[in-house]
């Protein structure tokens, strides 16, 4: 079966380093994204990995290891607007998205 | 990054009635478009795959009768609630996506309530 599975919450502290972890299992492989989703709105795109290694994107990086069905969003100089839930999606054979529940990020000043 | 749209943003029906709500991607041709709900702190629910000019694909569990989906150009695609009741009240959420690099870009959702 396909099974996503990350933190239900995480919190940390304005300014701060945080790294949301992501393991994955899927039929097929193509890449996998990073969604932000404030509470009440639609996912917005972060980041999107097909080969192993770091992505860097300004404050985010988003990293991925194929062989191990693993990958993290590393957070720098946290914000309280970077509060939010963060979704880890991978993409199967067919080219879908699969989608978990996501970690919820809590910043506290 | 490209833009999609959806209308309407947020609706209030009463039960039995239909709701259309319209995904529109406004500076892309997109081949395929996706229709999600989420219910509150629940995770997105693929409901349906949709490309341009073919029937949409439905998720196991989905009622095709119920949601009507109709993908009839490359900039539109309209997700049809018909006979709606109170637990079809959820968050529907639109995204779209052109060929490679397969990156979904998200409409900013319509919050339907029925009463």
């Known amino acids: 079966g396909q099974n996503i599975d990350q933190p239900t919450e995480m919190t940390a502290t304005e300014g701060a380093i945080v790294q949301i972890n992501c393991t994955y299992q899927?039929?097929?492989?193509?890449?996998l994204f990073w969604y932000q989703q404030h509470a009440g709105e639609a996912p917005t795109f972060l980041s999107y990995?097909?080969l192993d290694g770091l992505e860097e994107k300004g404050r985010f990086s988003s990293f991925l290891s194929r062989s191990k069905g693993y990958s993290y969003l590393l957070l720098k100089e946290l914000q309280m607007k970077d509060s939010a839930s963060y979704l880890c999606a991978p993409m199967d054979s067919n080219y879908q998205l699969i989608w978990g529940a996501g970690t919820k990020l809590i910043i506290k000043p | 990054g490209a833009v999609v749209s959806q209308h309407p943003s947020w609706v209030i029906c009463k039960s039995g009635t239909s709701v259309k709500i319209e995904c529109r991607s406004l500076d892309f041709q997109a081949t395929t478009m996706f229709w999600y709900r989420q219910f509150p702190k629940q995770s997105l629910m693929l409901m349906a795959t949709s490309n341009e000019g073919s029937k949409a694909t439905y998720e196991q569990g989905v009622e095709k009768d119920k949601f009507l989906i109709n993908h009839a150009s490359l900039t539109l695609s309209t997700l049809t609630v018909t006979s709606a009741h109170p637990e079809d009240s959820s968050f529907y959420i639109c995204?779209?996506?052109?060929?490679?690099?397969?990156?979904?870009?998200f409409g900013p959702g319509t919050r339907l309530t029925v009463t």
């Open positions: 990995n097909v």
């Open positions: 899927t039929s097929g492989f193509n890449g």
């Open positions: 995204s779209a996506r052109d060929t490679e690099p397969y990156e979904q870009y």
